[in-house]
C-alpha cells in the first residue's frame, strides 16, 4: 500500500527558504508522476508542481522561479525547494501521485510571516 509522509514545514519570514521532503512508500514512486499540492484556509487545494518520467517539471505561475520540485529515486522522496516565500505562500502542502488513487498524507504546515 503507497503511503506519502511530508516534513519540512514551518515559519518562516517572507524572502526566506525551506524545504519540504515527502518519503514514499510503494512501487509507484520509480515511475510515476508527482506533485505538490498546498491548501490554504478556506481554498480548495491547488497544484503547485510537477515532476513527470524524465524528471521533466511544471509549476504553478505563481511559483516559477522561486519553487523547485526533484526526487531521489534512491531515497524514494520528492522534495520541494521553495526560496523568495511570499505570505500568500502560506498553506498546507502534501505530497501525492498525479494519475493513481492514493491517500493523501498529513501535509506539512508553511506559514510565511513577519
Known amino acids: 500500500q503507497a503511503q506519502l509522509v511530508e516534513s519540512g514545514g514551518g515559519l518562516v519570514q517572507p524572502g526566506g527558504s525551506l524545504r519540504l521532503s515527502c518519503v514514499a512508500s510503494?512501487?509507484?514512486?520509480?515511475?510515476?508522476?508527482m506533485g505538490w499540492y498546498r491548501q490554504a484556509p478556506g481554498k480548495q487545494r491547488e497544484l503547485v508542481a510537477s515532476?513527470?518520467?524524465?524528471?521533466?517539471?511544471n509549476y504553478l505561475d505563481s511559483v516559477k522561479g522561486r519553487f523547485t520540485i526533484s526526487r531521489d529515486h534512491a531515497k524514494r522522496t520528492l522534495y520541494l525547494q521553495m526560496n523568495s516565500l511570499k505570505p500568500e505562500d502560506t498553506a498546507v502542502y502534501y505530497c501525492n501521485y498525479r494519475d493513481y488513487d492514493v491517500s493523501w498524507g498529513q501535509g506539512t504546515q508553511v506559514t510565511v510571516s513577519s
Open positions: 515532476i513527470f518520467t524524465g524528471d521533466n517539471t
Open positions: 510503494g512501487s509507484l514512486f520509480s515511475f510515476a508522476a
